[in-house]
C-alpha cells in the first residue's frame, strides 16, 4: 500500500457521483465538488466514470477511488463488472478500482478472483471489494482485495432488512478479515461516521450527504410534507392488544377514522397475521390504491427495528413471536409498513400529536395493566440494539421488592401498574366476602373508592402514587427531559391526582418544573396515531 493510500486511514472519503437522474451532474460539477471537499479536508475521493475520473484528478491531489458503474443485460453486477471497464478507470487516473465484491455472476468467464488478480497484475493498481454481507468480505479478502468495503448492505436482494448504515457489518468484517474494512452506504451523519470508525473502519464514504443537493432536499421535503397535506391520504393503523385489536384509517392531521375494534385472535399459532392481512385487504378493497400511503402496527413485545420482526411477544399471542410482520405484509400489498411496540408507538404519537406536541426530550409511560412506554430524544425514537430501550415497567423501585412477573423484584409495574393496584387493594383489604361489589375491583374502582373517602383506597394510591413518583425521578435522572406524559388506561383516573403525583416528583427535582408532567390527551388512540405517524414521518 503506497502513502497516498495510506493516508485515508481514519479520513473521510467524499463520493462526488451522479444521484438518480440528476440532469445538472456533469465532469465539471464532479470537479467542482472534489475541489471543495479537498480543501475541507477530505483525504480521498469515490468517482465514477473516466470523464469524471480525469476531471477530479486535474483539480485535486487526493487519491481517487475509481468506478465504472453501468448495467450488462443478464446480470446484476454493476460497480466495475468486467476488466475493460477496469482498465478504463485506471487509464483515466484512479489509484484505487473499486467492484463488486458479491458472490453474484458476473459478465464473461472470470471468477472474482481471477478478475482481482488480473488487475494486480496488468493495471498494477489496488482493489476495493464492494460486499453486503460478512461472508461475501471474507470471500473477497480470500480473493485478493486490498479493502473491503460495505457499499452493497441493503442493496443486494438479500440484504434490504440490514440496518442503514450497517455498523454491524463494519465491525464483523473487521473481526474477520485482515484486509482494512471501509464503512460506505447511507452514512448521513458525523455521528454515523464517528461510530464507523469506533467499530473498526479504515476510513469513512460519504456521498449523498456532502454532494447530493438534490437528494438532501428531498428529504426535507419529505419530512414536512405530512405537514403540508389535505386529509385525501390515509395511513391503515392497528393496534393488537392481548384481547382486543384496533384498526383504523388515520389522515396526515392525525385524526382517526373508520375505527374497527375486533377480539384479538388467540386460538392458534399464525392466525393473528392472517386475520391481519384479510383486515387490511378488506379496507383496501374500499379504496382507491392512491388513497392509502402506508400501514403502521402498534403491538405489545419487543420487535426487532431494522426486521420488524417480533422479536418478544407476550404468552397472549400464540405465535406471534418470530413472525416477520413487515416482510409478509409489505409482500403482500406492496405498501411501506412499519411495525413497534405499543409503548414507542404512543411515544411518538404523543411528541407528533398529543399534549406535550414537539418536546423534546419526552418520555411516555403508558400505565395500564402493566406499565411500558417510550422517549423521544432529537427527535429520534429511542430504540436500542434490539428495539427494546426504555422498558419502564422493569425500572427497579424498590430493592428486593414485590416480586415482578419477569422474574425481578422491586419493579415499577409490581407497585403502580393497574393490576398491582388490584392486588394490593385485594391485599389489605382482606376477606372480600362481605364486599357488596366484588366486582368492581379494578384500578379504575379503587380509584373511584379513594375520591369517594375510603381510607383503604386511599392507602392504596398513595402507595401506587409515590412508586410511581420514584419511577418518574429516575426518568428525569437518566433523560432530564422537556415533558413527561401519562397514558394508557389508569391514567385516565389520574386526573385528580395529578398534582399529589407533580408534588412528589418535585420534593427530588428542584430544577425539573413538574408541570410538565402531563397527562394524555390522545387516550386510548395514541398507539393507532402513533403507529400512523410513525409512517408519515422519519421519526
Known sequence: MNKRVRNLKRGIIVSCQKKGNDELFSPEIAAFMARSATLSGAVGLRVDGADCIRAVKSVSPLPIIGILKRRVEGVDVRITPTFEDAREVAEAGADIIALDGTQRPRPGNLTLAELIQKIHRELRLSVMADVSTCEEGVRAAQAGADFIATTLSGYTPYTIQRPRPDIKLVRELKRSVDVPVIAEGNLHTPGQAVKALLAGAYAVVVGSAITSPGENTLRFVKAVKPLTQENSKFAIVVDIGGTKTAIALMAYD????????????????????????EAIRDILNQYEDSAITGIGISTGGIVDPHSGTILHATPLLPGWMGTPVVDILQREFQLPVRVDNDGNMGAIGEYLYGAAKGSDPLVFIAIGTGIGGGAIIDGQLLKGKQGGALNLGH??????????????????????????????????????????????????????RCANGESMARKVIDRA??????????????????????????????????????????????LFSSENITLSTLGQKANLIGAGASLLFSV
Not at 399 to 426: H, M, T, V
Request: charged share 20%; proline share 4%.
Open 254 to 277: 392525525g385524526s382517526i377514522s373508520q375505527l374497527q375494534l375486533y377480539p384479538t385472535p388467540t386460538q392458534k399459532p399464525n392466525q393473528l397475521i392472517e386475520f391481519l392481512r
Open 395 to 448: 425500572i427497579q423501585v424498590e430493592k428486593d421488592g414485590i416480586p415482578c412477573n419477569c422474574g425481578g423484584r422491586g419493579c415499577l409495574e409490581a407497585y403502580s401498574s393497574g393490576r398491582a393496584i388490584e392486588q394490593a387493594y385485594i391485599d389489605k383489604k382482606g376477606d372480600l366476602s362481605t364486599d357488596s361489589n366484588l366486582m368492581e375491583i379494578t384500578a379504575q374502582a379503587i380509584f373511584q
Open 465 to 510: 402514587l409515590s412508586y410511581l413518583a420514584r419511577g418518574i425521578s429516575i426518568l428525569i435522572e437518566l433523560f432530564d427531559p422537556e415533558a413527561i406524559v401519562l397514558g394508557g388506561g389508569v391514567s385516565e383516573s389520574l386526573g385528580e391526582y395529578l398534582d399529589e403525583l407533580r408534588t412528589k416528583v418535585s420534593c427530588a427535582h428542584r
